[in-house]
Structures are given as C-alpha cells and as structure tokens.
C-alpha cells in the first residue's frame, strides 16, 4: 500500500491528452515538491517534473505538473506511442521521515 | 554528464548479506544527498534510504531499519548500501539515485538486481 495514491493505469490514443493524478495528505504532498518519473522497468526512471511544474532540461513541453492542496496531476498532450511507461509521483514525506512513491500508474497509447 | 553505476548485486540466501556500490561520476558528489531507491518484481518503485551529503545524517525506509545501513566516501564519490539479515522480500532491482533536493531524484543508475532466494 503506497503513501500516495495514483490509478493503477490510463489510456488514451495517439494525439490525445491524459492526466494522470496522485493523492497525498498535509505530511507529504500538502507541505513539499512533488515530481514525476516515467520509467520503463529495467531502465533507469527518468525525471519529467521537479518542484511540482517545473521541466528539466530535454524535457518537452508536452509533459507538464500541478498541485492543489494534497494532489498533484501530471499532464500530457499530443500522445505519442513512445510515451507508453509506468509514470510515478514522489516527494518527501515529513512525518515518516522518508522518500515516498505513489503505486505507478501505466499509460497505454491505443 | 552525471553518471551513477551501481554494482555488488547477486543471488544470495535468506539471512544472508550484500554490500551494494554505487560510482558517481560527473558531478561534485560530496555536495549532494543520495539515496537507494528498489522495484521488487511486478511492483512499483520504492524509496531505500538516503544519506546527507555530509554523511552525518541517514534514512530508512521502516522495513529495512535495523539490517541496511547507508554510507558514503567523498573522497572516492561513492555511495554503498550494506544489506543485512536479508529476506525474500528485498529481492528486487536496487537503483542510486541522486537525491532527494527539494524531494526529487535528478539523476539514476541502471540498477543492480539483488535475489534473495534458497
């Protein structure tokens, strides 16, 4: 059971938008930066989104982040096949004293 | 570019230890907290442990407290996670990852798979 709470998987066809959210509470999300990874298992993740919205260097604009309150959403615009991985939230939590991950949630690209 | 190598990984039995490695290279390691990040088979990633940059203060996630300690070496810019009284349960692909700074991890390695298995 993940600390922060993300649907198992989305889908969406090529081209199209999908959001993909993570639910948290005041000791993770609620008081710190969220990120997003995606990752195909085996390889090394990859950091989409830092400190909630922001894009890091390669990253294209099609990926994009928010945060309301306790949840974050990860967008993304103009799907393409090669966006199909697991994507997962992360961020601090205060009160365990540790990194926290939500489950994963895996994009199909139909 | 920043690169993280880890290595030390294999089968070992339940009880068992391993001490895993991780080799930075391409930035100034010792300005930087890190942590062990593992995916178990068909699950999601979960955060291991971290250390402070300084090496004076470390982290764990509750299932491993008590058997993994993390460490560092500035001078060698390496990061080591020692595993002991290992388990089934901690079978999985072993990741460094630079971080967390400001809760992300900017930078991975490849991994280093860890069976714990009789």
């Known amino acids: 059971q993940s600390v922060l709470t993300q649907p198992p998987s989305v889908s969406a066809a090529p081209g199209q938008k999908v959001t993909i959210s993570c639910s948290g509470s005041?000791?993770?999300?609620?008081?710190?930066?969220v990120s997003w990874y995606q990752h195909l298992p085996g390889t090394a993740p990859k950091l989409l989104i830092y400190?909630?919205?922001k894009r890091p260097s390669g990253i294209p604009d099609r990926f994009s982040g928010s945060k309301s309150g306790t949840s974050a959403t990860l967008g993304i615009t103009g799907l393409q096949t090669g966006d199909e991985a697991d994507y997962y939230c992360?961020?601090?939590?205060?009160?365990?004293?540790?990194?926290?991950f939500g489950g994963g949630t895996k994009l199909t690209v139909l | 570019e920043v690169q993280l190598l880890e290595s030390g990984g294999g089968l070992v039995q339940p009880g068992g230890s391993l001490r895993l490695s991780c080799a930075a290279s391409?930035?100034?390691?010792?300005?930087?907290?890190m942590s062990w990040v593992r995916q178990a088979p068909g699950k999601g990633l979960e955060w291991v442990s971290a250390?402070?940059?300084?090496?004076?203060?470390?982290y764990y996630t509750d299932s491993v407290k008590g058997r993994f300690t993390i460490s560092r070496d500035n001078s060698k810019n390496t990061l080591y996670l020692q595993m002991n009284s290992l388990r089934g349960e901690d079978t999985a692909l072993y990741y460094c990852?630079?971080?967390?700074?400001?809760?992300?991890?900017?930078?991975w390695g490849q991994g280093t798979l860890v069976t714990v298995s009789s």
């Open positions: 391409g930035l100034t390691f010792s300005n930087y907290d």
């Open positions: 005041s000791s993770n999300i609620g008081n710190n930066y």
């Open positions: 400190e909630n919205n």
């Open positions: 992360g961020t601090w939590d205060n009160s365990l004293y540790a990194g926290v």
């Open positions: 250390i402070l940059n300084s090496g004076t203060t470390t």
């Open positions: 990852a630079k971080g967390p700074s400001n809760g992300n991890f900017d930078y």
